[in-house]
């Protein structure tokens, strides 16, 4: 094996990756979340390597705000998962984070036992970078996990930032966490967020909160069947948990068996996951061809005074995007 | 006045839609559909000087579902505002009609009162354009009805596609018709509606149907307060209303004026069009992008190639969309 901080070939990584060597699967997603155009040849070469050895895990993503509970949630519901048997990767978004390696022993500490067993591997996302560049790392990281042998992928969002439509976009359930108590705590949820969710767990439902816990269950249930289902006709289930007992935990996995067996009949997963496939493939370029615009000499300036000019009504949006487009496009 | 199928200039256009001349506002907005670049030069110009004379209108969004009820509703809803002393403008978006005149002509006859008052103006836009396409067509068409005198602009979709986030982006208040019994009804609704709404009315609500409008209402009601409120801190209301004998019409009108009382406060109203200007300039540059990029000889079919492969594993997206993107700016 190359010492530690050789450049690894993609031959290197694809073996490394395959055999289930942490560490190399650790620096694969660090190349594949590099914008240096040396590293994209490597990962381009390593991710076609690896795609015929994608796809078996289940992707399940799990948001909600700071104070819901996640990390305590993920700690306890991941022991679970693992004595079932699933090797589980988790990877964590966290636009607020910063970039530095701060977080990624945050994460370690906020679960510290799965931390330390072997079939567990966590992973927070670089924080920091443009949108489309962490969703599209995340995407990448998730089937270099699956390379890996991870058969439980757990993506982490904070329910409160621009990822959760992405990580919906890359899942196949989508878990959200809630406090009973809706008033206050609901504040920091993005509209919109809710009717994503395949299910809604209510957290901390021990003690004296089970109560208010169950009462919360009824009216989100209540209320999510008068919200139209999904393509799929899926409607969300809402549940109570505790992760100081582990109250619910085997009913959110009986929801998650569930709705893959709803999903698997009739193809529709293998639907949602195509679905998926073209949705990144079309944000990839539109993402790319931002980045192409955005590099063009002069254009931040150019893009600046445009808005202004908008703002203050001088221009039609129309002829101020045709004047850029058309700079960027040199027509 | 020119004869009338001459060519006009952006001098007779602008001339005729500040006189208040209904052919001449119908042929602007045609020419502002117009992809030909003959017809763009003159409608820049167009726009840029009619700016100074918009912005003054309410801005509302009506969507539901085919059977909702919707033209019987504004059909009867617009004469009240008429009879108030508004202006009216109906600008309908339907991606399901074809571009014949026919649909023009099917508006007119849903809304036989309506089309014959002089106060009001009703125009459907063309369907069948790209998406991009209507939602800017119908925004440019809003601003050229604002130039012309009209002080309340209703912008009318169907529900069921892709065009309500594109109205939503464009309105002030988006009203969202339902039907009680929500059982069946919802099936046609797409998820993620139900939260942009600033107002829901339930509709029908009339002889042996009002009990079950008023619960429905109050379902709505208990279940949209568990949600979270968007980020002016406006709690979506619902009401009941019939178009047969006008019930709840007062009330849908007081709604209405509570949500521009606040948003007028603390300039919230003014911040949310800015934000809409912004958003409609990136959206038209994502827009005109993606045109030039489709544009590229040969992109479609190279275009399709790469997402077969993207399918079938032998590509990665990230891959496929870089060698496309670096063919259409043939970096």
Same sequence: chains 1, 2.
Avoid at 33 to 38: K, P, R
Avoid at 66 to 88: A, H, M
Avoid at 160 to 186: C, I, K, P, W, Y
Avoid at 240 to 248: E, I, K, N, P
């Amino acid at each position: 094996m190359p010492a530690k901080f050789s450049r690894l070939s993609a031959d290197d990584y694809f073996n490394g990756i395959r055999a289930g060597d942490r560490m190399i699967l650790s620096r694969a997603i660090t190349l594949v979340e590099s914008t240096l155009l040396t590293d994209k040849a490597i990962s381009d070469d390593l991710l076609e390597r690896i795609l015929p050895f994608t796809g078996q895990a289940r992707r399940i993503g799990i948001t909600g705000v700071p104070g819901v509970g996640k990390s305590t949630f993920i700690e306890r519901f991941g022991q679970l998962l693992v004595r079932e048997g699933e090797k589980l990767a988790i990877l964590t978004i966290d636009p607020t984070s910063s970039k530095s390696h701060g977080s990624i022993l945050g994460d370690k500490t906020r679960m510290d036992v799965l931390s330390k067993l072997e079939e567990v591997y966590i992973r927070p996302s670089a924080a920091g970078s443009a949108l489309g560049g962490v969703a599209n790392a995340t995407r990448e990281a998730m089937l270099l996990c699956e390379a890996a042998g991870f058969t439980t992928i757990l993506i982490e969002t904070v329910g409160v930032g621009q990822s959760e439509t992405s990580v919906r976009n890359m899942v196949d359930f989508f878990l959200l966490l809630m406090l009973a108590g809706a008033g206050d705590e609901l504040q920091g949820i993005k509209k919109g967020i809710m009717e994503m969710a395949d299910a809604i767990a209510i957290t901390k439902s021990d003690g004296a909160n089970i109560q208010e816990s169950e009462k919360a269950r009824i009216s989100y249930q209540n209320a999510l069947h008068l919200f139209p289902p999904d393509e799929s006709g899926w409607i969300t289930e809402v549940l109570t948990t505790s992760a100081l007992d582990g109250a619910g935990f085997e009913e959110i996995i009986g929801v998650i068996n569930r709705y893959y067996e709803h999903m698997e009949s009739s193809g529709r997963l293998s639907a949602l996951r195509n679905h998926q496939k073209i949705q990144w493939l079309n944000d990839l370029i539109d993402y790319l061809q931002r980045r192409q615009f955005l590099a063009t000499p002069g254009m931040k300036e150019a893009l600046k005074l445009q808005e202004q000019a908008v703002l203050k009504g001088t221009t039609s949006p129309y002829k101020a995007a045709r004047t850029l487009v058309e700079l960027a496009w040199n027509v």
